[in-house]
């Protein structure tokens, strides 16, 4: 719909390209909706203890940490969005079929067979890609000093 909507005046030699890069940014959109949507209900469903009255209160069910070596220092805090901003980044800097594998596989956590139905491939190829794109993103994570 988007590729009739948007570009229907571009001519016919350059509809499959556009095609492909709306249908590789609606991938990752859902993809961060569903992220989102699973770290909001996962967050809160960890608080779901309910009283004798049946009354759930987020504030007394919330337990900061006492010591003061569990909590986490605002360097350690940075830090880390630094490293998922970097992961995201050299995601997103991936080919697009290494990074559609990449996801399905890994962030979805689909089979083999699933992902290929879904990419509409051989499961060899899904192998290759999530090869290919593990390999690529060690390799950009060592150039930056990141180690995991």
């Not at 992220?35 to 309910?50: G, H, I, M, P, W």
């Not at 830090?79 to 890994?106: N, T």
Request: some cysteine.
């Amino acid at each position: 719909m988007k590729l009739a909507q948007h570009y229907g005046d571009k001519p016919a030699a350059e509809l499959p390209m556009l095609f492909q890069r709306i249908l590789s940014n609606c991938t990752l959109d859902w993809f961060r909706r569903q992220k989102t949507r699973r770290a909001l209900f996962s967050n809160l469903s960890d608080f779901e203890s309910v009283d004798e009255d049946g009354d759930f209160d987020l504030l007394e069910n919330f337990v900061s940490p006492t010591d003061s070596r569990e909590a986490e220092s605002a360097e350690d805090t940075t830090r880390r969005a630094q490293i998922f901003q970097e992961i995201e980044e050299q995601i997103a800097a991936l080919p697009g079929r290494q990074r559609e594998a990449f996801l399905m596989r890994y962030w979805e956590e689909m089979d083999v067979a699933e992902t290929a139905a879904a990419m509409g491939c051989s499961e060899g190829s899904v192998k290759t890609h999530c090869s290919r794109a593990v390999h690529a993103l060690s390799k950009a994570l060592k150039a930056k000093g990141i180690s995991l």
